[in-house]
């Protein structure tokens, strides 16, 4: 999870990139003017979206960020993989450094170290390449903040390019954002979904940037949040047990001496993830105040895709209906099961559930009111409140 010139990586990171790149499956066909129309149009609706966003909740950018400002990418597939890597390298780092020190001390690390990267690597790749083809949209939160080399990058392409776009090569000329973040659009992927739900394209591109420059908005809005966030998430990586022999013994008293279910961890709790198996107790506290706050950014973003659709995405309720319908379906068996070992389900509830406390609490208080949300960490809801509205409304607004 460093440099891959280092000779101490815990993952070949290039390796990852290409193996995503060969596994992902080609975007939708397109020709070179439709792509390039594609991509002018969403940037131009990202643009579009930002005024919609800010009238309909009330935020505003904080003086640093409008300043900064944040870009909008265009991206095809391997250019959504090559930006998560680097911010997951962002991120990861105080992992890395506990696995580096680990390894050292270890015998015959030297050994098995660089098998080790290789494994590592091929396995993360299936990852991103199996969610590569799923994301429409994304507010990098952990943009790198220094330009730099980035894993997998290659000769520069232009993000305009229909190339870049759909035949896999990249968007990956962009600098990382010297400011907090970046929007990524995932062009081939938007095509595809707008084409299978047989949705106006133009309607749907917009719905999907209003989506993602809510996150951005909030992100942008509230100075404090991203920092609360990778606080919290470097507080679990520093709770990670890295000796494998205690992370078996999670495991096994996970599962229970059985094999869990795709409905929970084997014992009809809550639904199971990988990462579910090998927490530690302290660990479950942080993620469930981070899957508190996930619910009420992705909830608060699809309400606000939603309000203020009406207005200006005239096929709104056609859209809604017929993505849910998609969410609901699923895919196959084999995608199912990869969903919720990877946590994904988790995400679509998280959609569920905060999407129904931003509307209640509206309800109850405004959007001003809703808005006290945004004063501190202490304001934020806790995982019993995002279930529990009213709860939250009488802690923080009285």
């Known amino acids: 999870m460093t440099s891959a010139s280092s000779g101490a990586d815990m993952v070949d990171w ?12 080609p975007g939708p066909e397109v020709t070179r003017d439709e792509a390039r129309v594609v991509v002018s149009e969403l940037r ?3 643009l579009e979206a930002e005024e919609h966003v800010r009238e309909f909740t009330g935020m505003r950018s904080s003086s640093l960020a409008s300043a900064v400002g944040t870009p909008v990418l265009v991206v095809d597939r391997p250019g959504w993989v090559k930006a998560n890597v680097a911010g997951f390298r962002t991120i990861v780092q105080p992992l890395v450094d506990k696995l580096q020190a680990r390894r050292r001390d270890s015998a015959g690390a030297a050994v098995f170290g660089s098998i080790g990267e290789k494994v590592t690597g091929v396995e993360v790749g299936a990852v991103l390449a199996f969610l590569s083809v799923k ?18 990058s290659g000769s520069p392409v232009t993000p305009d390019s229909p190339a870049a776009l759909f035949a896999g090569t990249g968007a990956d000329a962009e600098p990382p954002s010297p400011g907090p973040g970046r929007l990524l659009l995932v062009a081939p992927n938007i095509v595809q979904v707008e084409r299978e739900l047989d949705v106006d394209p133009h309607d749907f591109r917009l719905w999907v940037c209003l989506h993602e420059e809510t996150h951005r908005t909030q992100f942008t809005a509230v100075p404090w ?18 000796d494998p022999a205690a992370l078996l013994e999670r495991l096994k008293d996970a599962l229970g001496g059985g094999v869990p ?32 706050v996930m619910s009420l ?45 990877l946590g994904m389900d988790a995400k679509l509830r998280q959609y569920q ?41 009488a802690r923080v607004t009285g």
């Open 44 to 46: 131009r609706q990202a």
């Open 135 to 152: 994301v429409l949209g994304q507010y990098e939160t952990f943009a790198p903040a220094e330009p730099g080399p980035r894993p997998g």
């Open 353 to 393: 559930d905060g999407a129904v406390f931003v509307r209640d609490v509206v309800d109850r208080v405004g959007m001003a009111g809703f808005n006290r949300v945004w004063t501190s960490p202490n304001t934020l809801p806790t995982k019993e409140e995002i279930h529990n509205p009213a709860a939250w409304v």
């Open 297 to 341: 950014l992705e909830g608060h973003a699809d309400v606000v895709m939603d309000g203020v659709g009406p207005a200006v995405v005239p096929s709104v309720a056609e859209i809604r209906e017929k993505f849910q319908q998609r969410r609901d379906r699923g895919a196959g068996r084999l995608d199912l099961v990869l969903r919720r070992l």
């Open 14 to 25: 290039d390796l990852a990139v290409a193996t995503a790149t060969r596994l992902a499956r």
């Open 261 to 292: 279910s795709l409905g929970g961890r084997g014992d009809g709790s809550a639904p199971g993830t990988l990462l579910d198996l090998v927490q530690s107790p302290e660990q479950r506290e942080i993620l469930g105040r981070l899957t508190a």
């Open 225 to 242: 949040l991203r920092d609360h966030i990778q606080s919290e998430v470097q507080s679990f990586l520093a709770q990670t047990d890295v």
